[in-house]
């Protein structure tokens, strides 16, 4: 970060196949820089970094209005329908330390769909990808994004009510992240009043860190 005035926040997203991280990434970034389409398979079968405009004016930090910049980096599904997952494994690993080696990675967005049940091997999988990327401090830089919120409104439920009949899987993650998490709703007229509102969530678990980066080499 060069102009005080400027601020880069570095995200990934982390999640198994058809979870949507590339479609909850281009709503990060407010673009289409990520490939999405349902698939009965895996689709992202590299890491590709995304970078969005500077939102000027979006936040004040010490007396100053900051602009926010997005970089984003997508990663292939774990486990993946035609790569193994050492394969994955090492891309990502290649990927963190190529984009963020030294600006570190300030927040881990493990993505899971609202309505797909979480528990058993699979769910785990994505949760243990992130703990051996991130080491001992993971559950410092790791929030879960819910996408196919929409389904949650379509069952009558608040996000509330949902969260207090999930499994209790994925209520010990929440609980390990310090409940960090943001629901993504599939609203097309409402996509960047949605954006914003993710991104503010997001920043505030960046301000919890003290806006520091977990860095890689």
Not at 89 to 101: D, I, M, S, T
Request: net charge neutral.
């Amino acid at each position: 970060m060069t102009d005080t005035n400027k601020m880069t926040i570095n995200l990934a997203v982390f999640g198994s196949t058809q979870s949507g991280k590339s479609s909850a990434g281009n709503v990060l970034l407010g673009s289409a820089d990520f490939y999405s389409t349902f698939a009965p398979s895996s689709i992202t079968k590299d890491c590709s970094l995304g970078r969005s405009c500077h939102l000027r004016s979006f936040m004040r930090r010490g007396g100053q209005e900051i602009s926010l910049q997005i970089q984003v980096l997508d990663t292939p599904g774990y486990p993946h329908s035609k790569l193994s997952t050492r394969h994955v494994k090492q891309k990502v690993k290649e990927a963190l330390v190529h984009h963020f080696g030294q600006e570190g990675l300030h927040l881990a967005l493990l993505v899971q769909r609202a309505d797909v049940p979480f528990f058993g091997q699979e769910a785990s999988n994505s949760v243990q990808l992130v703990q051996e990327l991130l080491g001992d401090s993971w559950k410092n830089y790791t929030a879960v994004l819910f996408t196919h919120a929409e389904e949650i409104e379509e069952a009558g439920l608040s996000e509330e009510e949902y969260l207090h009949g999930v499994s209790d899987t994925l209520l010990t993650l929440l609980n390990s992240v310090q409940q960090r998490y943001v629901f993504l709703y599939g609203k097309e007229n409402q996509c960047n009043k949605q954006r914003i509102k993710i991104l503010e969530r997001i920043m505030e678990f960046i301000k919890e860190n003290h806006y520091q980066a977990i860095s890689f080499s």
